[in-house]
């Protein structure tokens, strides 16, 4: 007597893969579709947790693409102004929506109705990057200016990369009723205000992020035909949601949607591979240990793991064999420090 599954892998396998094999060597990553050298240019994009991502290739020294540096500033000053957090100064692209706007403003004309909101300070921030300038802007037209400057840099992010990654983070968000743009962080959050009669509350289901994140890849590899892209689900839950039921609650439902249009691009696109770091952050297996205390920030060690399933599976010779030799301690420091988070915002308001 035989059955189909006689045959299957180990890593098919619960009992082999997972329950039998020492936490620190979990490896759920099988058959990568391609893989990375040192020549390769790679571009990112997504939530807060796709920063770990680019600070470790950055670190690890990847032909990692940045279009705007801010050379001429002090290093101090670079980060503090959030220059190098990610391939350009986006801030948090948090839903497939926002990465399909952000691409249609740069090649196809897109102009938003809303181009300037107003902090408490008096100081003015763009709607679509928040908390990247720190400092804010003295009038409405200098926040237009930065924004024509910050798209022609975001152009190169999507026509030079080899590889793109982008972190899907969240399907909850805010938009304008105006003109149907999508902002990281609702209205009166971190400036503007709300007005219900401007702006509402939307949670993207499994068909509204799938058209997006389709949309995008078919735009993508219309102007960049060499592209690859890598899609990653970010394992930080939701600091808060806006539906009528508990933040966990919400975070599975969003996480979920996530995941299963990653899963959707894999069988559509044969040049899309989803890398599972969702997957190694929140299995059962490591039971919390890849968590700070409050159970949602996700600690070095945790960044560490996901790492080295990346540079294991993806990397090709020589970069690892320099990586094996040079890849420097884990920081001392929480990695949180330094990443801009535009949903903590919301949590700060809260006594």
């Known amino acids: 007597m035989t059955n189909p599954y006689v045959g299957i892998k180990d890593y098919q396998l619960w009992r082999r893969s997972v329950a039998r094999v020492e936490t620190h060597l979990f490896d759920p990553v099988e058959n990568p579709r391609y893989k990375i050298d040192s020549a390769?240019?790679?571009?990112?994009?997504?939530?807060?947790?796709?920063?770990?991502?680019?600070?470790?290739?950055?670190?690890?020294?990847?032909?990692?693409?940045?279009?705007?540096?801010?050379?001429e500033l002090t290093a101090q000053e670079r980060s503090r102004r959030n220059f190098g957090v990610?391939?350009?100064?986006?801030?948090?692209?948090?839903?497939a929506r926002q990465l399909l706007q952000l691409f249609e403003e740069v090649f196809e004309g897109r102009t938003p109705l809303d181009t300037a909101w107003q902090r408490k300070d008096g100081k003015f921030v763009d709607p679509f990057r928040p908390l990247i300038e720190p400092d804010g802007y003295e009038t409405e037209e200098a926040v237009r200016e930065a924004r024509r400057s910050h798209l022609a840099s975001v152009k190169s992010v999507f026509l030079e990369p080899d590889i793109f990654v982008f972190t899907l983070g969240l399907t909850e968000a805010w938009r304008s009723k105006s003109d149907g743009s999508v902002f990281p962080l609702a209205p009166g959050v971190s400036a503007g205000s709300y007005d219900p009669e401007k702006y509402e509350f939307i949670n993207f289901n499994v068909s509204d992020v799938d058209k997006d994140m389709t949309l995008f890849l078919e735009k993508l590899k219309a102007v960049n035909?060499?592209?690859?892209?890598?899609?990653?689900?970010?394992?930080?839950?939701?600091?808060?949601?806006?539906?009528d039921r508990s933040v966990l609650v919400s975070t599975t439902y969003s996480k979920s949607v996530?995941?299963?249009?990653?899963?959707?691009?894999?069988?559509?696109?044969?040049?899309?591979?989803?890398?599972?770091?969702?997957?190694?952050?929140?299995?059962?297996?490591?039971?919390?240990?890849?968590?700070?205390?409050?159970?949602?920030e996700v600690n070095s060690i945790g960044v560490a793991h996901a790492m080295r399933c990346f540079v294991k599976n993806y990397v090709s010779r020589p970069v690892e064999d320099e990586i094996a030799t040079t890849m420097p301690p884990l920081p001392e420091t929480p990695p949180q420090s330094g990443v801009i988070c535009d949903e903590r915002e919301i949590e700060m308001m809260r006594p």
């Not at 947790?49 to 290739?57: N, V």
């Not at 990610?86 to 839903?95: V, W």
């Open 40 to 71: 390769m240019k790679i571009a990112t994009a997504g939530s807060c947790f796709a920063q770990h991502i680019s600070r470790q290739m950055q670190r690890i020294g990847f032909h990692y693409l940045i279009a705007e540096s801010g050379e």
């Open 86 to 95: 990610f391939s350009a100064r986006y801030g948090n692209l948090y839903t």
């Open 225 to 243: 035909p060499r592209v690859k892209v890598m899609l990653t689900v970010s394992p930080v839950p939701l600091v808060a949601t806006y539906e």
């Open 258 to 296: 996530l995941r299963v249009v990653a899963e959707q691009m894999l069988a559509r696109f044969d040049w899309v591979d989803y890398f599972p770091s969702y997957e190694i952050i929140t299995g059962s297996y490591a039971g919390g240990l890849y968590y700070e205390d409050d159970y949602r």
